[in-house]
């Protein structure tokens, strides 16, 4: 029978994973904490919403205003060439959401399945021999392969989730609340370019960094837009959710758990509610409103906390005792706003697990990433804890 996790090391991962929030926005996060005792929370013209209910709430019955500056839809339109998911409203918002399903639906990501174990397979092979592996590198070739899959492109995954991760740390970084750090401001605008080259129908971006493309034609630009989004969330969700992920397993003693076919799918799905990837949701309300018994008013800046909607700072991951899928849910958004790629998130993670599971690797290296705005690793490094060939 698979033992629940022990207390004692479900507080030594927590405090592992809190380092990746304190070493990139310490401020930030102490004012989420402080705050979060209340379901919402107005600051001056800024209502914090930490509340499960009231998160709901907000994306599902809230108009929102899909082109406000300081948003992740402000964000998109400012680094696309053409119109994307975000930014659009009606008819041209429910048919890009239904390609986008397409996509990453089952038979999607069944079809892409391949190609991120073969990474797996390869990047992970050393833990069998002794020897360690850092898992981030791991996950931004996870990510950079599986968008060059899913989106036909030609260009090198490397370079992909490089420009992708480039791109999508300026873009969140310049929405979320708080101070910027010294030359970050203005930062968006080259990787943005390079994704844009890297991933234009038809092109295989070796021009480089430095050696610009050809100029999109306006069919190309607008289909360039979509793709550049969707690479940015994918490898931004990827490189942060995966190494996380396998701290946790590692620091909670969750590898039994991990190694169960049968609670695996369970397991992956609190870990996701704990990591919380995109731990926060900038919106703008777009008319007056009630959240909560708190008013609300047209052009008020929303921070939807993710992170506590889905009790992550209070409930721990356990397949044996899962959060109710309603709660857990919530880190992908919900209604119309639910993120169409968490079914690839799941998959990613649940193989994973899988292959990490028979070695049990413990986290021998950890330093955060503080210059990206997501909570994630720059490096995690990790170690077979039993011998090679040495049965648990």
Same mark, same amino acid.
């Given at each position: 029978?698979?033992?629940?996790?022990?207390?004692?090391?479900?507080?030594?991962?927590?405090?592992?994973?809190?380092?990746?929030?304190?070493?990139?926005?310490?401020?930030?996060?102490?004012?989420?904490?402080?705050?979060?005792?209340?379901?919402?929370?107005?600051?001056?013209?800024?209502?914090?919403?930490?509340?499960?209910?009231?998160?709901?709430?907000?994306?599902?019955?809230?108009?929102?205003?899909?082109? &406000?500056?300081?948003?992740?839809? %402000?964000?998109?339109?400012?680094?696309?060439?053409?119109?994307?998911?975000?930014?659009?409203?009606?008819?041209?918002?429910?048919?890009?959401?239904?390609?986008?399903?397409?996509?990453?639906?089952?038979?999607?990501?069944?079809?892409?399945?391949?190609?991120?174990?073969?990474?797996?397979?390869?990047?992970?092979?050393?833990?069998?021999?002794?020897?360690?592996?850092?898992?981030?590198?791991?996950?931004?070739?996870?990510? %950079?392969?599986?968008?060059?899959?899913?989106?036909?492109?030609?260009?090198?995954?490397?370079?992909?989730?490089?420009?992708?991760?480039?791109?999508?740390?300026?873009?969140?970084?310049?929405?979320?609340?708080?101070?910027?750090?010294?030359?970050?401001?203005?930062?968006?605008?080259?990787?943005? &370019?390079? *994704?844009?080259?890297?991933?234009?129908?038809?092109?295989?971006?070796?021009?480089?960094?430095?050696?610009?493309?050809?100029?999109?034609?306006?069919?190309?630009?607008?289909?360039?837009?979509?793709?550049?989004? *969707?690479?940015?969330?994918?490898?931004?969700?990827?490189?942060?959710?995966?190494?996380?992920?396998? &701290?946790?397993?590692?620091?909670?003693?969750?590898?039994?758990?991990?190694?169960?076919?049968?609670?695996?799918?369970?397991?992956?799905?609190?870990?996701?509610?704990?990591?919380?990837?995109?731990?926060?949701?900038?919106?703008?309300?777009?008319?007056?409103?009630? *959240?909560?018994?708190?008013?609300?008013?047209? %052009?008020?800046?929303?921070?939807?906390?993710?992170?506590?909607?889905?009790?992550?700072?209070?409930?721990?991951?356990?397949?044996?005792?899962?959060?109710?899928?309603?709660?857990?849910?919530?880190?992908? %958004?919900?209604?119309?706003?639910?993120?169409?790629?968490?079914?690839?998130?799941? &998959?990613?993670?649940?193989?994973?697990?899988?292959?990490?599971?028979?070695?049990?690797?413990?986290?021998?290296?950890?330093?955060?990433?503080?210059?990206?705005?997501?909570?994630?690793?720059?490096?995690?490094?990790?170690?077979?804890?039993?011998?090679?060939?040495?049965?648990?």
């Amino acid at each position: 029978m698979t033992p629940p996790p022990r207390p004692a090391a479900v507080r030594a991962a927590r405090r592992r994973d809190r380092r990746v929030y304190t070493r990139s926005h310490p401020l930030l996060f102490a004012l989420l904490a402080a705050a979060r005792r209340r379901p919402v929370t107005r600051i001056g013209g800024t209502l914090l919403i930490h509340g499960s209910d009231p998160y709901r709430h907000a994306l599902t019955r809230i108009p929102l205003d899909r082109t &406000a500056a300081g948003t992740t839809a %402000g964000a998109a339109r400012e680094l696309s060439t053409g119109t994307v998911l975000f930014d659009q409203d009606g008819t041209g918002h429910r048919d890009t959401r239904r390609a986008v399903a397409d996509r990453l639906g089952a038979a999607g990501v069944e079809r892409l399945r391949p190609v991120w174990q073969e990474v797996l397979e390869r990047r992970l092979a050393p833990l069998a021999a002794g020897r360690a592996v850092d898992l981030v590198p791991v996950a931004r070739e996870v990510a %950079g392969a599986t968008v060059r899959a899913l989106l036909d492109a030609r260009a090198d995954p490397r370079h992909i989730a490089d420009a992708a991760a480039r791109t999508a740390a300026a873009a969140v970084r310049d929405h979320l609340p708080g101070p910027r750090r010294p030359g970050t401001t203005h930062g968006a605008a080259e990787p943005a &370019a390079q *994704l844009h080259a890297l991933l234009a129908p038809g092109r295989t971006g070796t021009a480089g960094r430095h050696r610009p493309q050809p100029a999109l034609t306006p069919g190309e630009a607008e289909e360039t837009g979509l793709r550049a989004m *969707l690479a940015v969330a994918a490898v931004t969700t990827t490189v942060a959710a995966l190494p996380r992920a396998a &701290a946790w397993c590692a620091d909670a003693a969750l590898w039994d758990q991990a190694a169960d076919d049968r609670l695996r799918p369970a397991l992956v799905q609190e870990l996701l509610r704990v990591l919380a990837p995109s731990p926060l949701l900038p919106r703008v309300a777009a008319a007056d409103a009630d *959240l909560g018994g708190c008013p609300v008013r047209a %052009g008020d800046r929303l921070i939807l906390v993710a992170r506590h909607a889905a009790l992550a700072h209070s409930a721990p991951p356990d397949a044996l005792s899962p959060a109710p899928p309603t709660v857990a849910h919530l880190v992908f %958004g919900a209604g119309a706003h639910t993120c169409p790629g968490a079914r690839l998130a799941h &998959a990613q993670l649940d193989d994973l697990l899988a292959a990490l599971a028979p070695h049990r690797p413990t986290v021998v290296r950890a330093r955060a990433d503080r210059a990206s705005a997501l909570p994630g690793w720059r490096s995690l490094t990790v170690r077979a804890a039993l011998p090679p060939g040495q049965d648990r």
